[in-house]
């Protein structure tokens, strides 16, 4: 069945395509949802138990922010990347569909490397670890046969929210970055519980090793513009790390000749 402008204006009681946020058609045996195609601000999208095999349709939809799909047709994980492209999505419910098979684990490492925005997947909620696994060692889920892959550019990706900065910057110089980015500034408590004590430093280099891992993963998928910004900001920041390097060696070396002369 498909999905007709009549049914969907009808579903979320709006009087046109453009003004639907919200809509629930859960359990009527579609198999055809191109109409996504011209609601471009839809948010929450509830297609759960129905007969949808591409998400194709979906590619354009950059307002959506939870998408249920659970008990559905879909083949291939290869899908999830026409919503790769979707910056606000963080919550998406898949389960029970073909595509899932049956190591869970591994589904849910191969999805959380595709869409490292998600914050819950299948109802359960991705922890930073989780995340930081899929990014190192989940499954990459390749472009689906014949899809343009201008479409599915992860446009934006650098303003992912990680939450998870770990590098051991100051709190202003952090946030300074972060805006550059596109990114939300850490709260103060947040970055408290990122500055970690002497004692935890093997800790801390781990985790540096999966930002650094998260960025070179991330960094394939964007544009020429996108990649001078990052260029541009490693670049300023890279020259403050060697100029805070040689005022330390300077310091140093007085301390040294001080020491020497006396």
Same mark, same amino acid.
């Given at each position: !069945?498909?999905?007709?402008?009549?049914?969907?204006?009808?579903?979320?009681?709006?009087?046109?395509?453009?003004?639907?946020?919200?809509?629930?058609?859960?359990?009527?045996?579609?198999?055809? %949802? *191109?109409?996504? *195609?011209?609601?471009?601000?839809?948010?929450?999208?509830?297609?759960?138990?129905?007969?949808? *095999?591409? /998400?194709?349709?979906?590619?354009?939809?950059?307002?959506?922010?939870?998408? @249920?799909?659970?008990?559905?047709? %879909?083949? &291939?994980?290869?899908?999830?990347?026409?919503?790769?492209?979707?910056?606000?999505?963080?919550?998406?419910?898949? $389960?029970?569909?073909?595509?899932?098979?049956?190591?869970?684990?591994? @589904?849910?490492?191969?999805? /959380?490397?595709?869409?490292?925005?998600?914050?819950?997947?299948?109802?359960?909620?991705?922890?930073?670890?989780?995340? &930081?696994?899929?990014?190192?060692?989940?499954?990459?889920?390749? =472009?689906?046969?014949?899809?343009?892959?201008?479409?599915?550019?992860?446009?934006?990706? $650098?303003?992912?929210?990680?939450?998870?900065?770990?590098?051991? @910057?100051?709190m202003e110089e952090?946030?300074? %970055?972060?805006?550059?980015?596109?990114?939300?500034?850490? $709260?103060?408590?947040?970055?408290?519980?990122?500055?970690?004590?002497?004692?935890?430093?093997?800790k801390l280099v781990?985790?540096?090793?999966? =930002?650094?891992?998260?960025?070179?993963?991330? !960094?394939?998928?964007?544009?020429?513009?996108?990649?001078?910004?990052?260029?541009?900001? $490693?670049?300023?920041?890279?020259? !403050? @790390?060697?100029?805070?390097?040689?005022?330390?060696?300077?310091?140093?070396? =007085?301390?040294?000749? =001080?020491? !020497?002369?006396?």
């Amino acid at each position: !069945m498909k999905l007709t402008r009549k049914l969907v204006l009808a579903k979320a009681k709006a009087s046109d395509l453009n003004s639907v946020k919200k809509l629930n058609c859960c359990g009527c045996s579609l198999s055809d %949802i *191109s109409i996504f *195609s011209q609601i471009p601000n839809i948010e929450v999208l509830t297609l759960s138990v129905n007969s949808i *095999s591409s /998400l194709s349709p979906l590619a354009g939809c950059h307002s959506l922010c939870e998408l @249920y799909l659970r008990r559905n047709t %879909i083949q &291939s994980l290869s899908e999830l990347c026409h919503l790769r492209s979707l910056p606000r999505l963080k919550v998406m419910w898949l $389960a029970e569909n073909p595509c899932c098979g049956g190591e869970a684990n591994k @589904y849910r490492l191969a999805v /959380l490397r595709c869409l490292p925005r998600l914050q819950k997947l299948d109802n359960q909620v991705v922890t930073e670890e989780e995340l &930081s696994l899929a990014l190192t060692h989940g499954e990459d889920i390749t =472009t689906p046969p014949g899809t343009d892959q201008e479409q599915l550019s992860t446009n934006g990706m $650098a303003d992912v929210d990680t939450e998870n900065d770990h590098l051991n @910057y100051n709190m202003e110089e952090t946030n300074k %970055i972060r805006e550059q980015l596109g990114m939300k500034p850490l $709260a103060r408590d947040k970055f408290a519980s990122l500055s970690s004590p002497l004692t935890e430093e093997p800790k801390l280099v781990f985790k540096r090793t999966h =930002t650094l891992d998260a960025v070179l993963l991330l !960094m394939k998928d964007l544009d020429g513009e996108e990649l001078q910004t990052v260029h541009t900001v $490693a670049q300023n920041r890279l020259q !403050m @790390y060697t100029v805070g390097t040689e005022t330390l060696k300077d310091a140093v070396r =007085t301390e040294k000749t =001080t020491d !020497m002369q006396h």
